[in-house]
């Protein structure tokens, strides 16, 4: 039996990442699917009476094991990823995809929770519960527990497509940017750029041993040079690489693949009796239809516009002033709009960078967390990591009594995808009593340090920072009793609220002076 269907014998039972295999994954998840199954047909068979406890919440805590094994595999599919976990991936994905349509197209099992469902006036439930039986229920119903066996079987096939094709377009796409590179051997082309934009591209180009300069599409990279680069051909360069990801007709094209996707999407909402996959979506959001969300576009374009028209302008008058740019193009406009801000206000982000050092903001925004949640981090070593990048700290509450695990992954390299996010290795919940504290991790692209400098966040950067960080509280400071309902597991319509609460504090100067 795999090391990944055990419990793990480590410290806060964290992942043992040394332990793990990549080949250890699809048996075990196998397994885990076989004994999830088995767990199912022990609640369908039960002869007694559906109640919540031995249905609802019998459902809610059968597939543990798997979900935690999907939970270490697919985050490192996202941030450390390589061709034998893509290859993996796409055999475990349709395995997954076969297993939900098995539980919410199971008769039996759907009678019992709808027997549970109809009774829920009558029977005396905590506010947690209700919510739980209210979104088990939604589940069975909207993912095709009404529908004839026929229509069943479609789904089926719709679903096992779209679960390998969403996966091979993130791959794509990761192929695509870890396969360019601006080489400059000429230091004239880097007028404009700062000098830690400059060490780190000359960094990276003495590792994979070449000559000069080496820039990326990791916005590290990308982001100073559409920036600062004065070169307006390189700019160019660079912008349509970027623009072209999965659109050059090759190996890696998404093209046919997104038009897949939406097509199967549009089938998949028709067969559920919805008009189109944005009703079958917004259902469960506040806006309910495409037709709210539309009109508040149409509202907000029509305040908008004028605004953005008479700012596009005066750029392009100041970009034709400045360098005699006749027409202001996708790759001027950050270059323009910095310089055009350090003009208008005497603003330059560069500037700002040495106030905003990684490590400094990140022990910032512990002291606001430590202020506002009464919970302390402390940097330990004795748990293990997917990468000798990540870092990871205890979390404690001010009496010393365990909270969290938090991982955090600051810097880009080829196997993780870009932009930011929060992620969880482990939820919060509790069976039979004990509590299982959360393993919660974030994963950004920030630049990295180097010999002589550390790594330094644009005020961009910093908010990005504090708003994963906020999904991350969301995580940490979870008090509840069920897996899927446990920290950033809310109605999507509240889940940005802690991560844009933490934003603020960005621009209050009583926690900026705590570590700016």
Avoid at 183 to 204: F, H, M, Q, V, Y
Avoid at 417 to 428: I, L, V
Wanted: glycine share 4%; net charge positive; hydrophobic share 40%.
């Amino acid at each position: 039996m795999s090391i990944l269907n055990t419990p793990f014998n480590t410290p806060y039972n964290s992942a043992p990442f040394s332990k793990i295999k990549t080949t250890d994954f699809l048996p075990a998840f196998k397994l885990a699917i076989q004994n999830s199954k088995k767990n199912i047909e022990d609640i369908t068979s039960n002869t007694e009476v559906p109640n919540f406890k031995n249905t609802v919440e019998a459902l809610e805590f059968s597939s543990l094991i798997l979900e935690r094994i999907s939970n270490l595999f697919f985050n490192l599919n996202a941030a450390e990823t390589n061709q034998a976990i893509q290859k993996i991936a796409q055999q475990v994905s349709p395995l997954l995809t076969a297993f939900s349509n098995d539980i919410s197209l199971n008769k039996a099992l759907f009678k019992r929770i709808k027997y549970v469902y109809k009774q829920k006036e009558k029977i005396n439930l905590s506010v947690e519960q209700n919510t739980l039986l209210e979104k088990k229920y939604k589940s069975f119903v909207r993912n095709g527990a009404n529908l004839k066996s026929s229509d069943q079987s479609k789904l089926r096939e719709i679903d096992k497509e779209l679960s390998s094709l969403r996966l091979t377009f993130g791959e794509h796409l990761l192929s695509e940017t870890n396969r360019f590179r601006l080489e400059i051997e000429d230091r004239s082309d880097l007028e404009g750029l700062p000098e830690n934009c400059i060490e780190t591209a000359k960094i990276l180009a003495k590792k994979e041993g070449k000559r000069g300069w080496l820039f990326t599409l990791d916005y590290p990279s990308y982001v100073p040079f559409m920036t600062y680069a004065k070169n307006r051909a390189l700019r160019k360069k660079m912008a349509l690489a970027f623009g072209k990801k999965g659109f050059q007709n090759d190996a890696f094209d998404n093209q046919l693949l997104l038009l897949k996707i939406v097509k199967l999407r549009h089938q998949r909402a028709r067969l559920l009796g919805y008009k189109t996959h944005a009703d079958y979506v917004l259902e469960e959001r506040m806006a309910k239809s495409p037709e709210t969300v539309l009109s508040f576009l149409e509202d907000f374009k029509s305040k908008a516009m004028p605004a953005a028209r008479r700012e596009f302008s005066e750029l392009s008058k100041f970009a034709k002033e400045l360098d005699g740019i006749e027409t202001l193009q996708k790759w001027d406009s950050a270059y323009y709009s910095e310089k055009l801000k350090k003009r208008c206000f005497d603003i330059d982000d560069n500037l700002l960078k040495p106030y905003f050092e990684l490590e400094n903001v990140l022990e910032g925004a512990f002291k606001i967390a430590e202020k506002l949640f009464q919970i302390q981090f402390v940097k330990i070593n004795d748990v293990e990591t997917y990468h000798s990048d990540v870092v990871v700290y205890k979390v404690s509450d001010l009496k010393g009594e365990f909270a969290a695990l938090f991982y955090a992954d600051f810097f880009p390299r080829p196997g993780k995808r870009a932009g930011a996010w929060m992620t969880s290795f482990k939820p919060q919940h509790r069976v039979d009593g004990v509590e299982e504290r959360p393993h919660v991790s974030i994963v950004c692209n920030f630049t990295k340090p180097t010999k002589n400098q550390p790594s330094l966040l644009t005020f961009s950067e910093l908010t990005t920072l504090f708003h994963e960080f906020g999904h991350a509280l969301h995580g940490m400071l979870a008090k509840t009793n069920y897996p899927s309902l446990s920290g950033t597991n809310v109605p999507w319509d509240f889940v940005e609220l802690p991560s844009q609460f933490m934003e603020n504090w960005c621009y209050e100067k009583q926690a900026l002076q705590l570590f700016a």
